[in-house]
């Protein structure tokens, strides 16, 4: 089993990671240093991961099928994301281990990535289709996330947050809750069809299904209170105003 790649995006991520820590964010205060470490490496992931993804979903036109073997360039994309998320993994262990709730997101979206590049070789396209969905929202994401860290002590910050929210909001809606979950449906009348019989063993593609479906109820309901934050917020505005 060749881990080279895996290894080289490790220790970009970590360098990044590092980067970000001990220079970029070096005189912000510490409960936001690490987070906006962390987010940044996840800029430097999100949308080259979506391009790559497209590539190599391009390039492989003749193995569109959901059960297909993963194509070496596959596979390589899917070290690129799997070393992202073990260094973001590490970020939370070490600096927010009270978060369980992104790092079980880390360790199930690791579970579907590993199997699929290492255990099983094949349904590749299925799994980055669904990158493609869930990381198209990654860069509008993380400068909402960066703003957000400094809006108390920078009117700024604050301004842009206001005005990025709501098309964020949107377009990660439009994105974890419509298409995501078609697609989902789309790859459970497949599997459920027997058409991955064979290639595809059950016990993966019933972990991936339940890992996915979960990741996607937890992402609707994120930004469901999101909303529901953001117009509880200019209501009470509204009130304070007619007051």
């Known amino acids: 089993m060749d881990i080279s790649n895996l290894q080289s995006f490790i220790l970009v991520f970590t360098s990044i990671y590092l980067t970000g820590y001990f220079t970029i964010f070096r005189q912000w205060k510490a409960k936001h240093r690490a987070e906006a470490s962390s987010t940044v490496m996840s800029l430097f992931h999100g949308t080259p991961a979506v391009i790559l993804a497209i590539k190599s979903i391009m390039i492989s036109q003749t193995q569109l099928d959901l059960a297909s073997k993963n ?5 390589t994309v899917l070290e690129f994301s799997i070393a992202y998320f073990i260094a973001d993994l ?7 281990p009270t ?5 079980a997101h880390h360790l199930a979206t690791l579970h579907v990535f590993l199997t699929c590049r290492y255990a099983v070789g094949h349904g590749a396209h299925a799994v980055l289709v669904l990158l493609v969905l869930a990381e198209s929202t990654s860069a509008c994401q993380n400068v909402w996330c960066l703003v957000g860290y400094r809006r108390e002590d920078c009117p700024a910050a604050e301004k842009v947050y206001r005005v990025l929210s709501p098309a964020f909001y949107l377009f990660y809606s439009v994105m974890r809750g419509v298409l995501g979950p078609a697609f989902v449906c789309k790859m459970l009348v497949f599997y459920l069809s027997g058409k991955a019989d064979g290639l595809i063993p059950m016990w993966a593609w019933v972990s991936w299904m339940v890992v996915i479906v979960g990741a996607i109820l937890v992402s609707i309901l994120w930004v469901l209170n999101l ?14 105003k007619s007051n």
Request: charged share 25%; glycine share 0%.
């Open 99 to 103: 978060d369980f709730l992104y790092i």
């Open 227 to 240: 909303w529901m934050v953001l117009f509880r917020d200019r209501r009470r505005k509204q009130l304070m």
């Open 90 to 96: 590490l970020h939370y262990i070490l600096f927010i």
């Open 71 to 75: 194509t070496a360039f596959q596979n």
